[in-house]
């Protein structure tokens, strides 16, 4: 079965750090870009990070940029974000999607449940 | 990196097509054939309707169509059906390894 599990989430006070992880399975992960997009709650999608197969190709939201790292483990079959400087606005339900090409296509067809990080002192 | 710009809400009644709109500019939409369209129900993921513009992923009903014109892209829904009232979101490549999402359209099946 194709999957994607996060975890990671959790509350956490401004200014600190948060590490999401993603685990995949059911398909060849290096084979695919992989993203991060995220929800506050009862607003709409927002994209915060991509990364091509071979992590050649990086990219990240300007509200994200120079806080946020992704990277992927494709030994491990998974994807990460590091999240530093955390404010208040990150909050949100972050997902972990697969894309459908290599690089940064962009059409996110698996999807994880997602985890949620609540910024908050 | 501003959002794609598409209706707050959009109707039809069973049956009917309706179509929603996605606005971007020269450097997201308009100079690339790479826009997504995504359906999410509520407390859902999003699932993937068209991607490339136009392509329908395996399983996706053919009574979901995408097209685009110019900076604007389109998701055309015919044969409405009380399972498509959810929220739907446009998606498009903007270059330099970004991506950007329009802000959402709530559609409601009367």
């Known amino acids: 079965e194709v999957q994607l599990v996060e975890s990671g989430g959790g509350l956490v006070q401004p200014g600190r750090s948060l590490r999401l992880s993603c685990a995949a399975s059911?398909?060849?992960?290096?084979?695919?870009?992989m993203h991060w997009v995220r929800q506050a709650p009862g607003k709409g999608l927002e994209w915060v990070s991509g990364?091509?197969?071979?992590?050649?190709?990086?990219g990240y939201a300007d509200s994200v940029k120079g806080r946020f790292t992704i990277s992927r483990d494709n030994a491990k079959n998974s994807l990460y974000l590091q999240m530093n400087s955390l404010r208040a606005e990150d909050t949100a339900l972050y997902y972990c999607?697969?894309?459908?090409?290599?690089?940064?296509?962009?059409?996110?067809?698996?999807w994880g449940q997602g985890t949620m990080v609540t910024v908050s002192s | 990196q501003s959002a794609l710009t598409q209706p707050a809400s959009v109707s039809g009644s069973p049956g009917q097509s309706i179509t929603i709109s996605c606005t971007g500019t020269s450097s997201d939409v308009g100079s690339y054939n790479l826009v997504s369209w995504y359906q999410q129900h509520p407390g859902k993921a999003p699932k993937l309707m068209i991607y490339e513009g136009s392509k329908r992923p395996s399983g996706v009903s053919n009574r979901f169509s995408g097209s685009k014109s110019g900076n604007t892209a389109s998701l055309t829904i015919s044969g409405l059906q009380a399972e498509d009232e959810a929220d739907y979101y446009c998606?498009?490549?903007?270059?330099?390894?970004?991506?950007?999402f329009g802000g959402g359209t709530k559609l409601t099946v009367l």
């Open positions: 999607a697969k894309d459908m090409g290599s690089w940064l296509l962009p059409a996110f067809d698996i």
């Open positions: 998606c498009s490549y903007a270059g330099s390894s970004s991506v950007v």
């Open positions: 059911g398909f060849t992960f290096d084979d695919y870009a």
């Open positions: 990364i091509s197969w071979n992590s050649g190709s990086i």
